[in-house]
């Protein structure tokens, strides 16, 4: 299996930037599908962007135009470029993973078989 680790959260002003890393470890990262969440308390878990094995990637319209979602397959290492944050960003990250080329349903959490343990991300006002 992956170990999966973020890290990057933080405070941040609306209207800034943060980018958050996911670091994978324990199998071969390239040949993994992987994704980015976000959940705020009583809330399911959001989709935010997915990426594939060779970089084709999507991403949720909340977020299109704001967020960038990168790997380096030599790093083992999942990115996430947030600009322009919102308060509404706010939420604690996740990252996920699952073995596979493509998912059919990237947007869905149960598509994916390997979660970090997520880092929390604040927007003042």
């Known amino acids: 299996q992956v170990q999966l680790v973020e890290s990057g959260g933080g405070l941040v002003q609306a209207g800034g930037s943060l980018r958050l890393s996911c670091a994978a470890s324990?199998?071969?990262?390239?040949?993994?599908?992987m994704g980015w969440f976000r959940q705020v308390p009583g809330k399911e878990r959001e989709f935010v962007a997915a990426?594939?094995?060779?970089?084709?990637?999507i991403y949720s319209g909340s977020v299109k135009g704001r967020f960038t979602i990168s790997r380096d397959n030599a790093k083992n290492t999942l990115y996430l470029q947030m600009n322009s944050l919102k308060p509404e960003d706010a939420a604690v990250y996740y990252c996920?993973?699952?073995?596979?080329?493509?998912?059919?349903?990237?947007?869905?959490?149960?598509?994916?078989?390997?979660w970090g343990q997520g880092t929390q991300v604040t927007v003042s006002y």
């Open positions: 996920a993973g699952v073995r596979a080329l493509i998912r059919p349903r990237p947007e869905r959490p149960d598509e994916y078989d390997y």
């Open positions: 324990g199998r071969t990262f390239s040949n993994y599908f």
């Open positions: 990426i594939s094995r060779i970089g084709g990637s």
